[in-house]
């Protein structure tokens, strides 16, 4: 257990749709990740944020959008959902900013776009 | 770009026999090299890191990886794999472009045969 959770563990929606996976990091880690593993793009990373403040941006498509809350978990909200869309989404804490810090990942949300 | 490329999708080995994943990068400086290991189900777990000094890297569960500037490869080695080590392998760089971010590898999926 990395001590990274995630909510909820599987989502199914439809195309069209809006949804928000949740993330709360490890006990006293302030750097959020989000990751997204799919069978054609494999893992990609999508964004970061540290202490409430984006500090990194991946491949995140317009239609989603994150942000970190003063209490330090994550949401990342996933709207006009296409089939591609379906993949599991991971999140990852690390206690800093720092490149070199460790990052600790979530089990992730699957999501399913119907 | 940055890129990594892990040629193998998948090796199955002995039970007790030695283990090597290769895995090879694009970058133009100095990298940031991780190895994650994702077993059925679960998050990424980091194996280990690279970033400098010594190009022998040793990391949990008995692995370890070198690092070989010249080959631009980072392939990571067990002498003796176990059953419990079955699972899927993701080698990493991470790069800075627009903020720090890590890039993967396709994976290499290792079954372990008794």
């Known amino acids: 257990d990395s001590g990274v959770t995630q909510t909820p563990k599987h989502l199914i929606t439809a195309t069209g749709q809006r949804v928000t996976l949740r993330c709360s990091p490890r006990s006293g880690d302030l750097s959020v990740y989000w990751y997204q593993q799919s069978l054609d793009q494999g893992l990609q990373f999508l964004i970061q944020y540290y202490n409430g403040e984006e500090r990194a941006k991946g491949n995140i498509l317009e239609r989603f959008s994150a942000q970190q809350f003063p209490d330090l978990h994550s949401e990342l909200n996933l709207s006009s959902l296409e089939l591609g869309d379906s993949a599991l989404y991971f999140c990852a804490s690390s206690v800093g900013p720092m490149d070199t810090d460790t990052q600790y990942f979530g089990p992730g949300t699957r999501l399913t776009v119907l | 770009a940055q890129s990594v490329t892990q040629p193998d999708i998948h090796i199955t080995v002995s039970e007790g026999a030695s283990l090597e994943l290769r895995c090879n990068y694009s970058?133009?400086?100095?990298?940031?090299l991780f190895w994650y290991v994702q077993s059925p189900g679960q998050g990424l777990q980091l194996l280990l890191k690279y970033f400098s000094g010594d190009t022998l890297v040793q990391g949990i569960k008995g692995f370890e990886a070198e690092f070989k500037r010249s080959q631009s490869s980072f392939n990571l080695r067990k002498p003796s794999v176990h059953w419990s080590d079955a699972a899927e392998y993701f080698c990493a760089v991470g790069a800075y472009t627009g903020g720090f971010k890590t890039i993967f590898g396709a994976g290499t999926r290792l079954f372990v045969k008794a």
């Open positions: 970058y133009g400086a100095t990298p940031y």
